[in-house]
């Protein structure tokens, strides 16, 4: 039986004011700091700090909702579990950097295109430098379905760079004997620039940008 908010009141239960009260009889209004005040973001922000910090499996439920500011069960009214909260995390993480590509992909030809796929990759990823860490460390963490949809969308970010790698080949710019796997390999070189970039190091990110375009362009230049 639910009591409505006088009835509690009138019972001189601790803690209940009327005036914190919904007006609608026979339920409680959820009051300041409540589950509704939960929002997707934060719950999303904050098991991505916790996982880049700590790692996937030393995570609980429990920690997130304390850096959330609320109690565990509330989680649950955001995601079901902490599999899909990864997933969730991992999936958007790919589906930004597709989308971004796909809408800051320029006209022209391969070589001017290879390089704004080298700038556009590193500038991306040192923005975003705990969902890229998360991404990459934790796929052992994602259950079977989930690894293969997270694959499948790596592979589409993958198969963006060998387009332009055959489009050089073909037309004599690019010396690329194996397209794809160049295309990993290159992909893998400039994520690694999260490794040790900093913003306040020696170099600016567009030097770095400008180091790692001449290292690109000499890897497919012969």
Request: glycine share 8%; with cysteine; hydrophobic share 45%.
């Amino acid at each position: 039986m639910v009591l409505s908010c006088h009835s509690l009141v009138a019972e001189g239960k601790p803690g209940f004011d009327l005036n914190e009260c919904s007006v609608k009889p026979g339920v409680m209004a959820r009051t300041q700091g409540s589950h509704s005040d939960i929002t997707g973001p934060r719950v999303r922000d904050a098991a991505l700090r916790l996982f880049a910090r700590h790692g996937y499996a030393a995570v609980s439920m429990r920690q997130i909702a304390a850096a959330v500011g609320v109690q565990a069960g509330a989680l649950y009214n955001y995601t079901p579990d902490k599999q899909t909260l990864l997933f969730d995390l991992m999936r958007g993480h790919m589906e930004d950097l597709l989308a971004a590509w796909d809408s800051a992909q320029p006209q022209g030809d391969a070589m001017a295109s290879l390089e704004a796929f080298t700038r556009f990759h590193i500038r991306f990823n040192t923005r975003r430098a705990d969902a890229v860490f998360v991404s990459y460390m934790e796929l052992r963490n994602l259950e079977p379905a989930n690894f293969a949809v997270i694959e499948g969308l790596r592979r589409d970010y993958e198969t963006r760079l060998e387009v332009v790698l055959r489009r050089g080949a073909e037309a004599g710019v690019m010396v690329v004997t194996e397209p794809r796997i160049a295309s990993m390999a290159l992909i893998a070189m400039l994520t690694g620039v999260n490794t040790w970039y900093r913003a306040e190091g020696r170099l600016s990110l567009d030097e770095v940008e400008a180091v790692y375009w001449d290292m690109v362009r000499r890897s497919v230049t012969g």
